[in-house]
């Protein structure tokens, strides 16, 4: 079934909210989340290997530990409608693929009982065998930020599995693009205002980042195209060491080096996508920032953790289990779609 972003076609000014309340405690008394300066480095993060036999069941989910802990706590529900589940999880392969992918709300979120920001989408289209994929990240200024990302993905695939089954050499990168910023828009006229289209009004409900795109299987081995609005970012994991593919934040010359993020239904003066050959023995990483701030440039203890958690493809739970660990500061929702090539 393909995904199908008709679910959000009601106007803005039917989305249901509830006011924001102050969580329950449970057990000692919680504290909120610590700000995001850096913690200090200790030598090492938990293990992720297997629990001994014997070990209650609650101490084997526990959160991955990584430096200092998040402080406990039981988490809220989302207070908001439609429902937003806390975790998505997906694991399946084809014949030339095997995909995991987790996203998770953050403990901010989960603190305050606000809904995950996070959203993504990953399909087959099955006459070419491509991949087709899409990670969003809803700003947190924006009003209803969950309902942009997930419009932005589902309208993002829906769009690149059309243009395959019509061309399937080489989508229009800058119609699909358009074509989301276009939807959000679209979301935002209210149902029954005058006809024309509001941009600001869009942006300030359902800002969010997207990147997009398909991994493409050949004789030669499988070539990925991806496009990149915003500041969420992919990377190949090659023999332990991740290489960024988009642009990233931490570098001074990026356009997305700043506070203030570039999301949709903003446009790019233009929609540059970027190859990247992906070979057997690499993968594929696709993320929102709450997996690729704490990442940084791979060479500490988050990059540690998943070079192990993704030297094989983990069991269907394994990344989301290992994406939920839990580091002081760090406490965005995070979001990652990992691709194996099999041939």
């Not at 989408?121 to 200024?141: E, K, N, Q, R, Y």
């Amino acid at each position: 079934m393909r995904p199908d972003g008709d679910q959000h076609a009601e106007s803005a000014d039917g989305l249901g909210s509830r006011p924001v309340r102050e969580p329950l405690a449970v057990g000692p008394p919680v504290t909120p989340p610590p700000s995001r300066a850096p913690a200090s480095p200790t030598p090492a993060a938990r293990p992720v290997a297997a629990p001994p036999v014997g070990t209650p069941l609650r101490e084997r989910w526990a959160p991955v530990v990584v430096d200092r802990p998040v402080t406990s706590f039981e988490p809220r529900p989302a207070n908001r409608l439609p429902y937003r589940s806390d975790t998505i999880v997906d694991a399946w392969s084809t014949s030339h693929f095997t995909v995991r992918l987790a996203s998770i709300r953050g403990y901010s979120h989960r603190y305050y009982g606000t809904p995950r920001q996070d959203d993504a989408v990953v399909a087959v289209h099955d006459p070419t065998g491509s991949l087709i994929f899409a990670v969003a990240d809803g700003v947190s200024a924006a009003e209803r930020a969950e309902v942009g990302a997930n419009l932005a993905c589902c309208t993002a695939v829906t769009g690149m599995l059309a243009a395959l089954d019509s061309d399937p050499r080489v989508p229009d990168w800058t119609h699909l693009v358009e074509s989301v910023a276009r939807r959000l828009v679209e979301l935002a006229r209210p149902r029954h205002g005058p006809p024309g289209s509001d941009p600001e009004r869009a942006e300030e409900l359902f800002a969010t980042t997207l990147v997009a795109g398909y991994a493409r299987p050949s004789a030669t081995g499988s070539l990925v195209t991806l496009v990149q609005i915003g500041d969420s970012g992919a990377w190949l994991l090659d023999r332990g060491q991740y290489v960024g593919v988009l642009r990233q934040k931490s570098d001074p010359d990026s356009p997305v080096f700043s506070s203030a993020v570039s999301a949709l239904p903003q446009l790019p003066t233009q929609i540059r996508p970027v190859d990247v050959p992906l070979a057997p023995g690499t993968v594929l990483l696709v993320g929102t920032d709450g997996f690729g701030d704490p990442l940084g440039d791979g060479s500490g203890l988050v990059g540690d953790l998943f070079r192990e958690v993704l030297a094989s493809p983990p069991p269907p739970l394994g990344l989301a289990h290992a994406l939920d660990f839990s580091r002081e500061t760090f406490d965005d929702d995070r979001t990652l779609l990992a691709v194996w090539p099999l041939s």
